[in-house]
Nanobody, 126 residues
Framework: VQLQASGGGLVQAGGSVRLSCTAF????????MGWFRQDPGKERDFVAA????????KYSDSALGRFAISRDVANNTVYLQMNSLKPEDTALYYC????????????????????WGQGTLVTVSS
């Protein structure tokens, strides 16, 4: 599955950004989709995930209440709406896809995910 992310940029603290990730493969809507972020020299951390149907979502503690993941199944696109941004949200954001049999089998460790898009940089100024 080829993934293409977009939407990053420079935003002031307290502002909002929406990231998009489009999957270019037939049947890619059967994949669970997620967003991760990474600071230079650090691990790639889980941010949010959404099931193939959109019925289930999961968030990291830092994202819960501020970020919202959604997907447009017809257009094979996943979004990450990020609100109330903080300088510590500055990172390279990656979209990813994983094929799992059920939502209960979701794992958030980046090593378990199957496909990755290129990163898109979000910079939050104080």
């Amino acid at each position: 599955v080829q993934l293409q992310a977009s939407g990053g940029g420079l935003v002031q603290a307290g502002g909002s950004v929406r990231l998009s990730c489009t999957a270019f493969q037939r049947n890619s809507n059967r994949y669970t989709m997620g967003w991760f972020r990474q600071d230079p020299g650090k691990e790639r951390d889980f941010v949010a995930a959404i099931s193939w149907s959109g019925a289930n979502t999961k968030y990291s503690d830092s994202a819960l209440g501020r970020f919202a993941i959604s997907r447009d199944v017809a257009n094979n696109t996943v979004y990450l709406q990020m609100n109330s941004l903080k300088p510590e949200d500055t990172a390279l954001y990656y979209c990813a896809a994983i094929l799992i049999r059920s939502w209960s089998r979701l794992v958030v460790g980046s090593a378990h995910w199957d496909y990755w898009g290129q990163g898109t940089l979000v910079t939050v100024s104080s």
